[in-house]
């Protein structure tokens, strides 16, 4: 025993000196990461990834000027720290390259009179021809031409002749309290406050007027040719709606998920007790981890069980403006075993595309398809971006609830609205 004591103490030196080696090389890494390296952006706009690939979805963008903290490289990728904390990927051939910019969303002006064309490049069909002043958003920068959208058009111009959008013109263009938009596809501008008011015209959807009054709940309106009349408060926005024709890929776009019901709002129950509200929720989140593997971007309104009020989740997806909002439901019906099958509900035009595309992939699943239609719905109704809400099978229902309590079904409605999205986005 007092052998092996003094063996031990023999060796302690040795060991301390180890350990001490080790310590200093983990603190010296410690302080190499610390020390970060710090890039200039020079691009006009970069897009900032969830993960170092194209493949991945953009979580954000950065502008020119902006300084950013190389925290890790993976390949020709950098991972940064953004100016608010958080962190994210940028190409690192993007940096200080100004020829080739993936551009999402930059609000600009066109600074002489310039043709739109197709393509890139001077030979290129003529769309049309641009006017000073004119008001575009810029999509892409490629080697000296920008690729533009204004209105319901897209084209190229020549980047000499287009310029961002101060944030000062950009704040006082969007911050315009008077400005109110038409919601529905056929608005009546009236004489009068009431429905039974002499018609003075029929307005557009998304059209843009002026409040110049508040009378009970209409408002007193000016269009841009200058009619004055009244239109009913509850058929208007307080923005326009988004076209969202920007994206092209399902890897570039962002969905938002909202699982219908939560807290003590349960919705409805199966015969033995399964509740709506569980449903949906495990629903949603398979369809966000479906969503995610293509590179698309996710947003839930709920992700876990908690109540949303109804209007706040229409608010947060005007807020952070999704490519597409989709809400999760199971139907029921007061008797049960009287009705079967998928709903996909939408209630603007311009929405209907969308919720048949989706609607289409849904016949694959094991319940009768009932198809696209319309329908008055909170959710989809106060959106302002394209909104549909589906009803994924009755659970007042026998037949149905053996499919939708399962973990297949789910997956199996979450792959398909994945593929309904993924052709809707090309």
Known sequence: MEKKKTNHTKKAPTLLILNLLIIGLVALGVGLLNKSTTINVKASALNVRTGPGLDYGVSSQVKSGTKLAVISQKNEWYKVTLPDGKTGWVASWLIGNTKTTPVTNIDAV?????????????????????????????????????????????GWVQTSHVKESTEEENISEKTDDNLIYTREVSTNLRKEPQISGELVTTLTENTPVTVLETVDDWYKVETSDGQVGYVASWVMNTQPRSKNTLVTSISEATIMIDAGHGGDDVGASTSNNIREKDLTLSTAKILKATLEKTGARVLMTRDDDSWVELTDRSDLSNKEKPDVFISIHYDATEDQNIASGTHTFYYHDDDKKLAETIASYLDQLPLENHGASFNDLSVTRENNQPALLLELGYVSTNKDVTHIITKDYQQQAADLITQGLTEYFK
């Open 110 to 154: 066109i600074t002489e009179d310039t043709p739109l064309r197709e393509g890139p490049e001077e030979k290129s069909t003529v769309l049309t021809t641009l006017t000073k002043d004119t008001k575009v958003t810029i999509t892409l920068e490629q080697n000296g031409w920008s690729q533009v959208e204004l209105k319901d058009q897209a």
